[in-house]
């Protein structure tokens, strides 16, 4: 009966978290932009919520979002084409569980890892 997830991040500047996720990573503003500290970005068949958290600790923060994907090196070039900086740690390459991985992080350190299975089938 699950339908979807929409993951909840917390930002510490929503002019700042929208700029970074529309500008660098092609989403686009869903719904009201009536609520000053809450946001919701959509890409494709992603959504993410952002709730406002002005003492946020950035280094602190552990925010983590897993994103299935289809031609994850498309993707990645892309991204490296819009000079998107990669996570130091997370460079495109194949994990040893069989996913095909990369990650980002955003400007509240909230981690976004990409990845693609070939023993995964996406809708």
């Given at each position: 009966m699950l339908l979807s997830i929409q993951p909840k991040l917390p930002m510490q500047n929503k002019s700042k978290t929208k700029?970074?996720?529309?500008?660098?990573?092609?989403?686009?503003?869903?719904?009201?932009?009536?609520?000053p500290d809450y946001l919701m970005l959509v890409k494709e068949h992603i959504e993410i919520h952002f709730f406002l958290f002005k003492t946020l600790e950035v280094k602190e923060n552990y925010?983590?979002?897993?994103?299935?994907?289809k031609d994850i090196e498309i993707l990645y070039q892309s991204l490296l084409n819009n000079k998107v900086p990669i996570h130091p740690n997370g460079k495109l390459e194949v994990?040893?569980?069989?996913?095909?991985?990369?990650?980002?992080?955003?400007?509240?350190?909230?981690?976004?890892?990409?990845?693609?299975?070939?023993?995964?089938?996406?809708?």
């Open positions: 700029a970074y996720y529309i500008d660098m990573l092609g989403f686009k503003e869903l719904g009201t932009t009536t609520y925010g983590q979002v897993y994103i299935r994907t994990k040893p569980w069989g996913q095909t991985e990369f990650s980002l992080l955003d400007p509240d350190n909230n981690l976004l890892t990409f990845g693609e299975s070939t023993t995964y089938i996406l809708p």
